[in-house]
């Protein structure tokens, strides 16, 4: 087994991918390689080992009536619902058996809160699960074969089980022994007793028997056993081999011939029904001459009638069109003239002007009163000045008087 060698990654099966060192930041990317989406067949095929080795047949299966999975159960994608359902229990037994304790799931629990518990047990033995929960909702993938080929793994460390090298038989070379004809030894045997018997009749010159008939009789039925001679046949010799091809030679000529007849048979008899079903198609066709002229002018008549059909359906469409714009057209016109009508009748816009002259009025108003008192601070703001001015040329003229006097 390659269980043990195996090491597989939840994020993308570590066989058959290839790690390449980025050109920036020294970054690690990883690509997938050929064989990567057939690995987990593998990982399948492993993790079907290591239960075998759990006894999951005896413990699980025949305990809650399961149906044993086939050994690409979850590689392959068959029934979700009921995969789902098999992982969960399948993970919550193998957690239990790696001596952690895990309440077995039912089918109306919640599958993401299953899922987290399951994930938290396979994190606490020191597992990774860089991956969404989602991807086990399936109940099939290798993430799914993943986590199942680890909790194996973990149970497997618990009960002390070691994988251990595997010892291969040693063979021996057999001599080779011709096999010897039973049947022919036997026969020489009997032809050698006889001959002897012969001569040693030929040698005693019997002329009266003193033998009692009663003994004779019992003597016979004693050896009777030893007398009968049995021939052992082999199925390796060439004698059989032709003998049964013979037998069955003379079975299939049997059989041939008698086959032969009835094919014969039914061969004339199909020879005469298609020699009947091809006079009465002539028949049937010098009869129905007439009738399939007429039919065939009447099927032209109708041809014709369709084109014509389709050639005025063309026309009527046409003018249906035109008659639709020529409408909508109409529509427009009329549109506009109910609402030049509705807007020289309609004293509206009268009104609005109004209104507008009357607002207008109100701000010029505001506007004029507006100028005034801008207009009289003006004023007063020059008085201001000139009082001002004023004072300042009065206090720069006394001052110089009085230093006149002095």
């Known amino acids: 087994m390659a269980a043990a060698a195996a090491v597989v990654t939840p994020s993308g099966l570590e066989d058959g991918m290839s790690r390449s060192r980025g050109d920036g930041a020294g970054e690690v990317v ?14 399948m095929e492993d993790l079907m080992e290591k239960l ?17 999975p086939s050994r690409h ?9 009921e995969q789902f359902y098999m992982f969960c229990t399948l993970a919550a037994w ?33 597992r990774t699960a860089d991956f969404p929960p989602s991807k086990l909702k ?18 497997l460390k618990y009960i002390g089980f070691t994988w251990k090298r595997p010892t291969y038989p040693v063979e021996e070379l057999e001599e080779e022994t011709v096999p010897e004809d039973d049947a022919e030894l036997t026969l020489n045997k009997v032809d050698e007793e006889f001959v002897d018997m012969n001569e040693s009749a030929k040698q005693e010159d019997i002329l009266e028997s003193t033998t009692d008939a009663a003994e004779w009789s019992l003597e016979v039925e004693r050896v009777l ?25 003379s079975g299939i000529e049997s059989a041939l011939k008698e086959t032969k007849g009835f094919l014969d048979k039914l061969h004339n008899e199909i020879g005469r029904t298609l020699e009947k079903i091809g006079s009465r198609e002539k028949y049937i066709n010098n009869q129905l001459e007439n009738l399939v002229r007429e039919y065939r002018a009447a099927q032209a008549q109708l041809s014709e009638a369709r084109e014509r059909y389709q050639q005025g359906n063309g026309g009527v469409t046409e003018r249906t069109r035109l008659l639709s714009e020529v409408t909508e057209e109409l529509d427009k016109v009329k549109q506009e003239m109910e609402e030049k009508g509705s807007s020289m009748t309609d004293g ?43 004072r300042d040329m009065h206090a720069t003229i006394i001052p110089e008087s009085a230093i006149g006097s002095y």
């Open 30 to 43: 990883v690509e997938r390689g050929p064989g990567a989406a057939y690995h987990m067949f593998v990982v």
């Open 52 to 68: 075998k080795l759990l006894r999951y047949e005896e413990e699980l299966l025949r305990k809650n009536n399961l149906k044993p």
């Open 73 to 81: 159960y979850f590689a392959l994608p068959t029934n979700p619902g």
């Open 94 to 126: 193998l957690i239990n058996k790696a001596g952690r304790p895990f309440e077995q799931p039912q089918e109306y629990d919640d599958p993401n809160a299953t899922i987290s518990n399951i994930l938290s047990e396979l994190r606490s033995f020191g």
């Open 138 to 155: 399936s109940g099939y993938g290798e993430h799914v074969c993943y986590v199942l080929d680890c909790l194996a793994e973990e149970a």
């Open 225 to 249: 056993p030893q007398l009968k001679v049995t021939i052992r046949t082999d199925n390796k010799d060439w004698r059989i081999h032709v003998d049964q091809m013979h037998q069955h030679k």
């Open 348 to 390: 509206a816009p009268l009104v609005k002007i109004k209104q507008s002259l009357t607002k207008l009025k109100q701000e010029t108003i505001q506007m004029d009163i507006r100028i005034g008192v801008v207009e009289h601070t003006l004023l007063q703001s020059k008085l201001k000045e000139k009082s001002n001015m004023t």
